[in-house]
């Protein structure tokens, strides 16, 4: 008798799966543009599945493809007048990406995603599964909204820099302080940045009124 998985149970399969391919993408990577061109294209695929073209993580592997066939198509391995569009560059924000996305997979579970039924998966729907898929959405944008705005603001490096904290430390609380001496020491406009980030996205900004 075929077993009837939950939406759950599903999704955290998928998260733990895209964690897997991504580690394995982060493996790889080098600075020889063929390989490096190889692994981003992949990485492209992979994120298209999770993530709509809006999504920074995948507008940011389509801008590190778009990279990489630069440097192939003029037989070169760095561009002066395009910003990081050289080889080390590329192949380090390959892996501070992959990193995002595992810790972001980790912490919240894949995005959801409107993509039709899955006729291969035979779900019983209840009103229950309903409410915890919809309490979830609303978690995850909420999330997505923060994180957007923090990762507006952070270069590769700085980004890479606050998941070493994250890894280092599992418990949020205990890396408050760290957190918080990380941003300072990135400059004074930083955190207020990224806090106006937040308080201006549309969908912060047209409720700011009730929430403040």
Not at 140 to 148: A, E, F, P, R, T
Request: aromatic share 2%; charged share 25%; hydrophobic share 35%.
């Amino acid at each position: 008798m075929a077993i009837i998985k939950s939406p759950t149970q599903i999704r955290e399969e998928q998260a733990q799966g895209l964690i897997s391919l991504l580690n394995d993408i982060k493996k790889k990577v080098d600075e020889d543009k063929v390989n490096l061109k190889n692994l981003v294209v992949q990485l492209n695929g992979i994120l298209e599945r999770f993530y709509t073209p809006q999504d920074t993580h995948l507008s940011t592997a389509d801008k590190l493809k778009r990279s990489i066939l630069i440097l192939e198509r003029k037989k070169c391995d760095s561009i002066s007048f395009e910003p990081r569009c050289n080889i080390h560059n590329i192949a380090e924000d390959t892996i501070v990406l992959c990193d995002s996305i595992i810790t972001e997979v980790k912490a919240i579970g894949i995005p959801i995603r409107n993509t039709g039924t899955d006729k291969s998966v035979n779900v019983n729907t209840t009103v229950t599964q309903n409410q915890e898929q919809n309490q979830n959405q609303h978690q995850d944008v909420i999330v997505k909204i923060l994180l957007d705005a923090a990762k507006d603001e952070l270069t590769g490096k700085q980004r890479k820099e606050l998941l070493e904290i994250a890894e280092k430390t599992k418990d949020p609380q205990k890396a408050h302080k760290s957190i918080i001496a990380k941003l300072k020491s990135f400059g004074e406009d930083v955190a207020a940045n990224i806090v106006a980030n937040i308080l201006t996205n549309p969908q912060v900004w047209q409720n700011l009124g009730s929430l403040l």
